[in-house]
């Protein structure tokens, strides 16, 4: 696949919604409050202190950088005792990276875009072993243990652009997550165990693939190839044209989505502004 600007500007706009819609979601725990704020034809999200969904993202494409409306963001971030992180896309224009940096944004690492067409799905491959389902309410606690106890225990590979949350944080940012809409939740279970979690989002025929762990001691058995295969077909059952998943940079994760047919896209700029 190619990736321009335009292509750059429907997936990272499409992430930007969905963390929008979650934000709105979990608004009512959010500790001081989500703020919800358009800039440049992106958008800032806060959904709560160290929240994974704190970005700003989709900005610049094709039109200036707003100014006035940065400075409202970051005012807002910083009531809020947060520093601004935005995700900048290597297909925007390079000016707007100047001007963050020249307001005292510093890069703080990178992470890759990477994606795949529907139309050329192999047959699905069958896992013995593995059962992957969607999460009904009976899961919901299943999965959210899961999805905390994998993302406390990263493999610790690739070049990762954030300081770890603690466990009690991973649990309080997926608990104001869990009663949300904005995606499907999947489990996967070996003998009967959950022991892996992943979520798809569909957004105007385009397929983002999130969330994805599975608890260390079931690692190299298969179950991100499951996963992801499952999430890949379900896609294209609702009609997606591609699909999309965001890595670090030389992580293990990169490498299995490779595995899978994925392409390099682009990359994102990570960048932060101290308070």
């Not at 995700?87 to 963050?100: K, M, Y």
């Amino acid at each position: 696949m190619f990736a321009d600007a335009t292509l750059s500007a429907r997936i990272d706009r499409a992430e930007g919604r969905l963390v929008a819609q979650m934000a709105a979601e979990a608004r009512s725990n959010a500790r001081g409050g989500a703020v919800i704020l358009p800039i440049s034809g992106g958008v800032s999200v806060f959904a709560g202190p160290r929240s994974p969904m704190n970005k700003v993202i989709g900005l610049g494409f094709d039109m200036e950088l707003d100014l006035h409306a940065l400075r409202e963001i970051e005012d807002r971030w910083r009531e809020r005792d947060e520093p601004v992180r935005v995700e900048l896309s290597t297909l925007t224009d390079p000016a707007i990276a100047g001007e963050l940096s020249d307001r005292g944004y510093r890069l703080r690492g990178f992470e890759n875009v990477l994606a795949r067409r529907l139309h050329d799905l192999p047959d699905p491959a069958v896992f013995h072993d593995i059962s992957i389902d969607l999460v009904g309410q009976d899961d919901v606690s299943a999965w959210f243990e899961v999805a905390v106890d994998s993302f406390a225990n990263m493999d610790g590979t690739g070049s990762v652009a954030d300081d770890p949350l603690s466990r009690e944080e991973l649990a309080r940012s997926l608990a104001d997550l869990l009663g949300g809409m904005a995606y499907s939740r999947y489990l996967a279970r070996i003998d009967g165990l959950p022991v892996g979690e992943a979520a798809l989002h569909v957004d105007d025929r385009l397929a983002l693939l999130a969330g994805s762990g599975t608890l260390p001691a079931y690692r190299g058995r298969g179950v991100q190839k499951a996963l992801v295969q499952r999430r890949l077909h379900d896609a294209r059952s609702a009609g997606c044209e591609f699909a999309v998943v965001v890595t670090a940079p030389g992580s293990r994760s990169q490498d299995n989505v490779m595995r899978r047919g994925f392409e390099l896209l682009y990359s994102r700029a990570i960048l932060i502004k101290p308070i």
